[in-house]
């Protein structure tokens, strides 16, 4: 159990979860994470029979990994201090972890959530939406993403390698655990109103954000590659009818202005998608998410002497674009250009031409630079 001032409630939750090892016959313990508590939490723990460890850096994630770390038991069940879960009653986790599943996550939505048990921008608002993107970014068939009750394989969750301190270590075990291979189960479990006469240590804005910052840095596709795919598409086909003619719709006239706006979202867009090939080899080269069969292709297809051909490409033809309008100027003496909108065009497509060109060639080198590693191997 992590702990941070839980004087009020802590005796109560050793003694539930005392009682169940009892009476289930289980050699076990009850381990203490103390994250610097202030109101006597380490002297009601030791009391109460429970063995106290402290977690030196501060924070809910912290205070879980220094207590994995510690823990003496094959399997850990995990849960807070504060009376909101029941550990008399964990015989569904401890079942589902000897039927062989690596993490036991429970569901206080199908379990049940007391009145006045979660408040409710929580139960119809943030867990509900974190825990529908947390699914569809990570293919983890889980109702309940932000369960804090849940049982695990120690040795199996160790290797993991989890490292967030913060309550966005929640999301951390269960994605990394979706990318490392494990066998997740989830059993139903009842949320009680916590017996804490404070505020909890959630912030529900800030948790939540940072719950969702790290949802879609494990996804880059999600935050990277569709948005810019999509925007790539849509400005590209406006890009392409504006070079030929103006679009008017219902009197309002796109011309020039709104080409070169086109021209500037490909340039973003694609670059969107630069950063979502990027983050795919780091993520997987410092073993932040596994490496799928398909992962090596990039470096068959996509190397540096090719992204240097195709980059250069692109950058001559820009650049002839834009040296024919200059011939064509100069022909003028460089007076005044009669025909401007023809002129333009020409020169914003050899200008998007080639900064598409720069930006691979340059992308070239830092997938080359970030992709060494796996290259040796």
Sequence with gaps: MPCLNEAETLATCIGKANQFLKSSGIDGEVLIADNGSTDHSQQIANEAGARVVEAKLKGYGSALITGINEARGRYVIMGDADNSYDFSKLEL??????????????????????????????????NPVLSFIGKLFSKIDIGDFHCGLRGFNKEKVKSLNLNTTGMEFASEMLVKSKFGGLKIAEVPTILYPDGRSRPP??????????????????SPRWLFLYPGLFMLSAFSLLFLILQFHPIIIRGVHFDLHSLIIAGFGIIASFQMILFAIFSKVFSTNYGLIPEKENYRIWYKYFNLERGIIAGMILLLLGLAMICWAFIYWKNLEFGEVKDISSTTRKVILGGVFSTLGIQIIFSSFIFRIIGIDTQKR
């Design 93 to 126: 986790f401890v079942n589902e972890l000897r039927r062989g599943s690596d993490l036991v996550m429970g569901n206080r939505f199908k379990g049940g959530i007391k009145r006045n048990a979660m408040p409710l921008l929580h139960k119809y608002l943030g």
């Design 201 to 218: 240590h959630l912030k529900s804005w800030r948790d939540g954000w940072r719950h969702l910052v790290f949802l879609l840095i494990y």
